[in-house]
């Protein structure tokens, strides 16, 4: 099976005052084409660290990270827009929705930012909101709608794009458990429908098992 995601010898190191702090300390890590990994952490442990690093979201990072073939780490501001515009999809604890904007509008967005029509953009929004059981809430503004609804939108909006590779931090960790655990079988029923791949960070045992693998981040090293 072919890789979607390879990811070798990465290190970041931050710096505060006269110290010196490794958090990720030579990392590699394989992502098949259609596998869904859990990044499994305590906080604080570089899981985040490690999702914008793959997601091209903060420089001053080392080593190689390769996503569909394509070495992106070298990648000028440019290239980094399009990796992340055309192959990646994003999806945060918070949800991040913008305010003024209903649901299948903000589904939309980032397909129009791609110069999609807006019919064919519409539909796609649609579609996905209706597989993420919101046929009924696509005119409602994040205000609107509750949280694991909210967390729904932004889970369809991540997807919009056919990305390849979808980056998920914490993406359940702001609702209750019974919550949680819907968005998450929603969330891995549609990414394995759309046929992409995602590394999921997460602190919880319990719903890192519902991945198809789990790895673990350990004094900046993965493990597992």
Do not use: C, W
Request: proline letters at 3%; zero cysteines; charged letters at 25%.
């Amino acid at each position: 099976m072919n890789s979607m995601v390879a990811v070798t010898g990465l290190k970041r190191t931050f710096v505060q005052g006269s110290a010196s702090i490794d958090v990720l300390r030579g990392v590699d890590l394989t992502i098949a084409e259609g596998e869904i990994v859990a990044l499994l952490g305590p906080s604080g442990s570089g899981k985040s660290t490690m999702l914008q690093a793959i997601g091209l979201l903060e420089g001053g990072f080392e080593g190689s990270i390769r996503i569909a073939g394509e070495e992106v780490a070298s990648l000028d501001n440019d290239g980094r827009t399009r990796v992340r515009r055309d192959m990646l999809g994003f999806v945060y604890q918070f949800h991040h929705l913008l305010p003024d904007f209903s649901a299948v509008e903000n589904v939309m967005l980032p397909q129009l930012v791609r110069d999609s029509e807006m019919a064919s953009a519409r539909g796609r929004a649609e579609k996905l909101l209706s597989a993420l059981g919101l046929g009924h809430r696509l005119t409602h503004r994040p205000s609107q709608l509750s949280g694991g609804e909210q967390q729904r939108v932004a889970v369809a909006r991540a997807l919009a794009n056919r990305p390849k590779l979808v980056l998920a931090d914490e993406p359940t960790g702001n609702l209750d458990e019974s919550t949680a655990d819907i968005v998450l079988a929603e969330f891995l029923n549609l990414v394995r429908g759309e046929g992409a791949s995602a590394l999921v960070a997460t602190h919880n045992e319990r719903l890192a098992g519902k991945m198809d693998r789990v790895v673990r981040l350990h004094e900046g090293r993965l493990v597992g």
